[in-house]
């Protein structure tokens, strides 16, 4: 009986460290599921790209760029504008550019983790906007 009773605690132990080894996997410390995180480095790898890209418009025209432009040109190769419920856009000034990726469709209801937009300009630094 007491073989039994300390492989149960054994056991218990074994699940909760797993139960909160798992709830703390994502790389920001936020907690959330591996799936969040993917697809927050494939954002921020989207948003380095397009930065990139209008980079590359302005060193060739002299001026920035809208997404549609970046794409029809050829300076930009990426195959869609958006990507797991967010969706990019494009803002531009004489003086520089402000990329976003905003969360347009509500996926997981109001129970989900609260997704951020990110940001991305000529400073070539990701950052989260409020």
Do not use: C, W
């Amino acid at each position: 009986m007491r073989i039994l009773l300390t492989l149960l605690v054994v056991l218990l132990i074994a699940f909760a460290m797993f139960f909160f080894y798992t709830k703390k996997m994502a790389p920001d410390g936020k907690g959330g599921s591996p799936t969040e995180s993917i697809t927050t480095t494939a954002i921020k790898s989207d948003l380095l790209s397009i930065a990139q890209a209008e980079r590359a418009y302005f060193a060739l025209n002299g001026s920035y760029a809208s997404l549609a432009e970046l794409t029809s040109s050829g300076t930009l190769t990426l195959s869609r504008s958006g990507r797991d419920g967010y969706t990019y856009s494009v803002e531009t000034t004489e003086a520089g550019f402000t990329v976003t990726a905003r969360l347009t469709s509500s996926e997981g209801g109001s129970s989900a983790p609260r997704r951020p937009t990110l940001v991305i300009d000529q400073s070539m630094q990701v950052r989260e906007a409020n």
